[in-house]
């Protein structure tokens, strides 16, 4: 029998734009040949081999860039809030009220983002008015971070609350209590749950996504999530998922404690999924704004509260050297002081029981990390231990008359220290945590640049890279140049149009930027217009995922 021809690869010419490639910094072209990039280059190298087989694309100017990594994202959790009740905006309680009367949804209700420190009178409202408000519906209203929620008198019956830490009187649950609120609230039919994710999906690629980092656990999702959010790859290789329509890739972490090697091995088993690591939202501690990140002293705004740890060094360390002796990804949701301070120790203790190359050599990623002073970060270096840190966490909640000062004082100095990482040689990737914070990757880009405390303000193109390059790096992706755009790599990219492009020059006393070609560093958008660049088309591996209308060839 005759084997069926393979089918021609097709090959694309993107002309008369600006290409982000180390190959040239002057690139205005790329040709890209089935799912890998063939050439990039002048204007004038393409005209000479551009020929009739070729689709040409002409980029009018636009930017074209690396496809941007979120390296933590939440896909159901995404789809959901992007899809209920928004909260971002709401100012007070009889705000928060009044949307909730206005669902018009049936069954439960669902919100999320709303910020008690935004309003002029913090105070929340109480479960029965929460329930009225729903005429008797259920009701959950997770917090911007994630880490805490509003509920209705009928779903705290239903989730059986009473007796749970993190329940008291009040309509806010936390911890366990949260946990089991959530769990109640998540009950969701299986296609329900693919068209949360693939609405979150979508988003991702409709703003340049190529690859997201999906941090499930059995608090948030469960391994039913965890199984259809992996699903969304498709075969192997294949630039479609398995209903055919191409999407950004996912990489699945699962954040479930493991006490041994064979009890880690254990789990991946009965995962019935490949996954990267036992990594990812395995909480060692919870979030600033809920007062669950255990810190070393008391809360400003509340004296004798330190959170929670819910993991203790002995645990962690135990998680650590399983994953070690494996050659897998460990990680840990760490954000105050003492959450790192038992992560830190951890890391000595596995590295006195298996070995501190193994320890190395595993690449384990801590997520978050938000209070680290020298010490700490000394450590982190020293262990190779990967920070995914979300930027847009700082611009939302940093400086001065804002939620860290409220919660921190003086300490919020010390958040989301940036700089001092690069400066330790500590690697570090960036994402949102989607849905605490959009997916919009420019604005995470500003964030960097426009750090709150200039110390920790780090340049342009270190910022780009650790969105995009650094992401694949973190996930120990098997393609090592994933995340750049050089002949033979991935053709995994997203067109821009941008307002203007420049150098931006590393000054240790302000952001200064040029135009100077004689930088030779590859021109990225200005991010001080106060707009960010449009997205006009995303590609994985040469599949289209997105595209606006705006390019033709």
């Known amino acids: 029998m005759t084997a069926s021809p393979a089918t021609p690869r097709k090959a694309t010419l993107y002309r008369n734009g600006s290409v982000y490639t180390a190959a040239d910094p002057f690139a205005t072209a790329m040709l890209v040949d089935g799912d890998t990039v063939a050439w990039v280059g002048s204007e004038q190298a393409a005209t000479s081999i551009a020929d009739s087989s070729m689709a040409v694309i002409d980029l009018q100017g636009a930017l074209l860039a690396p496809g941007f990594v979120d390296s933590h994202v939440h896909l159901t959790e995404t789809g959901i809030a992007l899809d209920s009740i928004q909260l971002t905006g709401v100012r007070s309680a009889a705000e928060l009220l009044d949307a909730v009367a206005a669902s018009g949804s049936s069954g439960t209700v669902l919100g999320h983002g709303w910020d008690e420190t935004t309003w002029s009178d913090p105070a929340l409202p109480t479960r029965e008015e929460i329930e009225r408000a729903a005429g008797g519906r259920q009701v959950y209203l997770s917090r911007v971070d994630a880490h805490s929620a509003l509920v209705s008198s009928s779903l705290a019956a239903a989730a059986g609350l009473e007796a749970l830490d993190g329940h008291d009187a009040s309509s806010q649950v936390k911890r366990a209590a949260h946990t089991a609120a959530r769990r109640v609230a998540r009950m969701l039919p299986a296609e329900t749950r693919r068209g949360y994710q ?62 041994s090697a064979d009890h880690a ?164 990737c960036f994402g949102s945590d989607s849905p605490v914070t959009p997916l919009r990757p420019w604005s995470s880009v500003r964030a960097c640049l426009q750090h709150n405390n200039p110390a920790e303000q780090i340049s342009a193109r270190a910022a780009f890279l650790g969105h995009t390059r650094a992401g694949w790096r973190a996930a120990r992706y098997r393609n090592p140049m994933a995340g750049q755009l050089v002949p033979g790599a991935p053709a995994s990219f997203a067109v821009w149009e941008v307002e203007e492009l420049m150098v931006q020059v590393a000054d240790g006393r302000v952001q200064s930027w040029s135009t100077d070609p004689r930088a030779r560093t590859p021109l990225l958008p200005a991010l001080d217009t106060g707009n960010d660049p449009l997205c006009l088309q995303t590609v994985r591996d040469g599949q289209e995922l997105y595209a606006s209308g705006a390019l033709g060839a």
Do not use: K
């Open 198 to 259: 693939r609405r979150a999906l979508a988003e991702a690629a409709a703003n340049g996504y190529v690859a997201v980092a999906e941090m499930a656990a059995p608090h948030i999702g469960g391994v039913e999530d965890l199984r259809a959010a992996a699903a969304w790859n498709g075969a192997p290789g294949n630039g479609e998922n398995s209903a055919g329509a191409s999407l950004p890739e996912v990489l699945p972490y699962w954040g479930e404690l493991a006490t």
């Open 265 to 428: 091995r254990s789990i991946l088993e009965g995962l019935g999924v490949a996954v990267l690591g036992l990594a990812g939202d395995l909480n060692i501690d919870g979030s600033i704004g809920s007062r669950t990140a255990a810190l070393r002293a008391d809360y400003a705004d509340a004296a004798g509260e330190r959170g929670t740890r819910y993991l203790s060094a002995a645990d962690a360390a135990a998680h650590l050297a399983a994953c070690s002796l494996l050659g897998i990804q460990a990680g840990f949701h760490v954000i105050g002081d003492a959450g790192l301070d038992a992560a830190l120790d951890a890391l000595d203790l596995a590295a006195a029981d298996v070995g501190e190359q193994r320890i190395r050599a595993a690449g384990h990623r801590f997520e978050h990390v938000e209070l680290a002073d020298p010490a700490a970060i000394s450590r982190l270096a020293r262990y190779s231990v990967t920070v995914s840190a979300q930027p847009v966490f700082d611009a939302l909640w940093g400086g001065a008359d804002s939620l860290y000062q409220q919660r921190l004082g003086s300490r919020q100095l010390g958040m989301n220290p940036f700089g001092s990482f690069y400066a330790a040689g500590v690697p570090i």
